[in-house]
């Protein structure tokens, strides 16, 4: 069964309500008749749902819904506003708070189970959908690592142990070539071990809010132009490319790292070198939009469909036959997951075979 919790002061309303939602044997009900006695009730049991009424002494409803979602554990859980007041103003505090939905006093029987069956449907829409997510998620893991991790571990063995076996046979010319193969592998594997280690830092920094609120509080690059010039001429000139590049970037203060400003170029300078053929233009540019600093990266490459730039997260790729892709699939979600962690954001407006923009939008520093 069901909890459901329901938190409101004035005894009559309160016994009736649980009469009424009881009747239908399908939730097991708990009641409270102060903010601060729902709140014990809420952190003892987790109910499924929470009715509330909005103007109580003490602690008001207003009050219940901020300390729920201040808890990871309860800022989840639906909650319904239970009111007197129907103005616009009420309820659109109520909702910028985080409510699900409100109704309104005095209510009939079918209006408070209409708005009960819709908010347990809905999540239990979104548990599924989580769930569902975090299968592709293992599914993608348990194919896509293993062979990640062998593709360049497999090249360093292979050329380890032709040195050992042949060295002595070998001409200066191939020793050193096996040297550069060699080396191309560790680099491939280390940038993927180094993806790995970063995807797991950030998950872990969502779950320490303090440190969370200290580095989006604390965190400047005062002058982002030659870093992005300087990782987007290095990237280019690794695949022998510097001539497609044009660079136009503004010079203001911005709300990153240094650090996390790098792995948002690295990914998105790599990919956009990686996907698109020699001679065809790259674009770099940045602007100021709505108060955010706009990096925007444009190619004319393989592209995207609209399906698989939904289906954008961790070690998912897309047409590694085709195209035969190196990496883990995380270089996106980690550029998504650094901007999260500075109230940024990522649109992505692709067409297959034709081209790929990406643009980032991070906070200006004042």
């Given at each position: 069964?069901k909890?459901?919790?329901?938190?409101e002061?004035?005894?009559?309303?309160?016994?009736?309500?649980?009469?009424?939602?009881?009747?239908?044997?399908e939730?097991?009900?708990?009641?409270?008749?102060?903010?601060i006695?729902?709140?014990?009730?809420?952190?003892?049991?987790?109910?499924?749902?929470?009715?509330?009424?909005?103007?109580?002494?003490?602690?008001?409803?207003?009050?219940?819904?901020?300390?729920?979602?201040?808890?990871?554990?309860t800022?989840?859980?639906?909650?319904?506003f239970?009111?007197?007041?129907?103005?616009?103003?009420?309820?659109?505090?109520?909702?910028?708070?985080?409510?699900?939905?409100?109704?309104?006093?005095?209510?009939?029987?079918k209006?408070?189970?209409?708005?009960?069956?819709?908010?347990?449907?809905?999540t239990?829409?979104?548990?599924?959908?989580?769930?569902?997510?975090?299968?592709?998620?293992?599914?993608n893991?348990?194919?896509?690592?293993?062979h990640?991790?062998?593709?360049?571990?497999?090249?360093?063995?292979?050329?380890?142990?032709?040195?050992i076996?042949?060295?002595?046979?070998?001409?200066i010319?191939?020793?050193?070539?096996?040297?550069?193969s060699?080396?191309?592998?560790?680099?491939?594997?280390?940038?993927?071990?180094?993806?790995?280690?970063?995807?797991?830092?950030?998950?872990?920094?969502?779950?320490?809010?303090q440190?969370?609120?200290?580095?989006?509080?604390?965190?400047?690059?005062?002058?982002?132009?030659?870093?992005?010039?300087?990782?987007?001429?290095?990237?280019?000139?690794?695949?022998?490319?510097?001539?497609?590049?044009?660079?136009?970037?503004?010079?203001?203060?911005?709300?990153?790292?240094?650090?996390?400003?790098?792995?948002?170029?690295?990914?998105?300078?790599?990919?956009a070198?990686k996907f698109?053929?020699?001679?065809?233009?790259?674009?770099?540019?940045?602007?100021?939009?709505?108060?955010?600093?706009?990096?925007?990266?444009?190619?004319?490459?393989?592209?995207?469909?609209?399906?698989?730039?939904?289906?954008?997260?961790?070690?998912?790729?897309?047409?590694?036959?085709?195209?035969?892709?190196?990496?883990?699939?995380?270089?996106?979600?980690?550029?998504?997951?650094?901007?999260?962690?500075?109230?940024?954001?990522?649109?992505?407006?692709?067409?297959?075979?034709?081209?790929?923009?990406?643009?980032?939008?991070?906070r200006?520093?004042?």
């Open positions: 069964m909890k459901i919790l329901i938190i002061d004035e005894i009559p309303v309160l016994e009736n309500l649980a009469e009424l939602i009881s009747e239908s044997q939730f097991f009900v708990m009641t409270a008749s102060d903010g006695k729902g709140l014990e009730l809420v952190v003892e049991h987790l109910p499924d749902l929470i009715l509330c009424d909005i103007m109580m002494p003490g602690m008001d409803g207003y009050e219940v819904l901020k300390s729920l979602k201040q808890n990871e554990i800022s989840t859980i639906p909650f319904i239970l009111t007197a007041k129907s103005e616009k103003e009420d309820m659109r505090h109520g909702m910028e708070l985080g409510a699900d939905d409100f109704i309104t006093k005095p209510f009939t029987y209006e408070v189970f209409k708005a009960i069956d819709s908010r347990l449907q809905k239990e829409q979104i548990v599924t959908k989580s769930e569902q997510q975090l299968n592709e998620l293992r599914i893991l348990a194919t896509t690592l293993p990640e991790l062998r593709t360049p571990l497999n090249g360093i063995l292979a050329s380890s142990h032709l040195l076996e042949h060295f002595d046979k070998m001409d010319n191939e020793v050193l070539q096996v040297h550069k060699i080396y191309t592998s560790a680099k491939r594997l280390n940038r993927l071990i180094t993806n790995y280690l970063t995807f797991a830092e950030l998950e872990l920094l969502f779950k320490d809010k440190k969370l609120h200290s580095i989006k509080t604390d965190s400047m690059v005062e002058s982002p132009e030659p870093i992005i010039k300087d990782i987007a001429t290095n990237f280019a000139s690794n695949y022998k490319r510097i001539n497609d590049l044009t660079i136009n970037i503004l010079n203001t203060p911005i709300n990153i790292t240094q650090e996390h400003l790098y792995k948002i170029c690295e990914e998105l300078f790599d990919n070198l698109s053929k020699d001679n065809t233009d790259i674009f770099i540019s940045s602007d100021i939009v709505n108060g955010f600093y706009e990096l925007k990266v444009k190619d004319v490459g393989i592209g995207l469909s609209p399906e698989q730039i939904s289906k954008i997260g961790a070690y998912v790729q897309f047409d590694r036959k085709l195209h035969e892709q190196q990496g883990s699939g995380l270089g996106l979600i980690i550029v998504k997951r650094i901007l999260q962690v500075y109230d940024g954001y990522l649109e992505i407006e692709s067409e297959s075979d034709k081209y790929t923009e990406i643009k980032v939008y991070l200006l520093c004042r």
